[in-house]
């Protein structure tokens, strides 16, 4: 067989509390279809020093996912 792998996909959850963030993922329609589990569930409250705080708007939904060969053309900028 040369292996045995597994396909992980990574989902970001706004919840009160990890219990309600667990709730949410498992009702979801794409979590029953696929029959998915729970790996871990890591809580976002600082980045590199920043404070995370969200703020309900109305703004459109402009995320933008950039697939293997658009990172990998994505040039790093130097610091001096």
């Known amino acids: 067989m040369g292996g045995l792998y597994e ?44 404070g995370i705080k969200l703020v309900k708007d109305n703004l459109k939904n402009d995320m933008v996912i950039y697939n293997y060969n658009d990172v990998k053309n994505i040039m790093i900028e130097q610091n001096n």
């Not at 396909?7 to 279809?33: G, L, R, W």
């Open 7 to 50: 396909k992980h996909t990574n989902y970001f959850v706004i919840a009160e509390s990890v219990a309600f963030a667990k709730k949410k993922d498992i009702e979801s329609p794409e979590y029953q279809k696929n029959k998915m589990h729970i790996d871990g569930i890591e809580e976002l409250n600082v980045i590199e020093g920043y």
